[in-house]
């Protein structure tokens, strides 16, 4: 079983930061894309930033700049670093990895979901 776990939201003044954290366990192989994801109430759920595993980055335009996707292979975790936070980053931030299981775990490629966590910034 693979499991993601999302930490690092909260209730931030404009302009302030937060990272959000996205840790992956169980029989894990190898961790590939990885992406982070926003949904703000009554909107559909939109990419923000995403992170192959040649390093290269992604960006929404309109977190270029402010946010930055980042990895460490070590603890199997991808986090978000969020700068200059404005009320139009409000929303449920939610962490996807595209997760090769362990061969021993039978050595499926497939994407996971994290819970989700809230972002609320106020203006």
């Known amino acids: 079983q693979v499991q993601l776990v999302e930490s690092g939201g909260g209730l931030v003044e404009t302009g302030g930061s937060l990272r959000l954290s996205c840790a992956a366990s169980?029989?894990?192989?190898?961790?590939?894309?990885m992406g982070w994801y926003r949904q703000a109430a009554g909107k559909q759920r939109e990419l923000v930033a995403a992170?192959?595993?040649?390093?290269?980055?992604s960006y929404a335009d309109s977190v270029k700049g402010r946010f930055t996707i980042s990895r460490d292979n070590a603890k199997n975790t991808v986090y978000l670093e969020m700068n200059s936070l404005k009320p139009e980053d409000t929303a449920v931030y939610y962490c996807?990895?595209?997760?090769?299981?362990?061969?021993?775990?039978?050595?499926?490629?497939?994407?996971?979901w994290g819970q989700g966590t809230q972002v609320t910034v106020s203006s």
């Open positions: 996807n990895v595209r997760i090769l299981a362990h061969p021993f775990a039978g050595g499926n490629e497939a994407n996971y």
């Open positions: 169980g029989s894990i192989f190898s961790l590939n894309v």
């Open positions: 992170l192959n595993s040649g390093g290269s980055a």
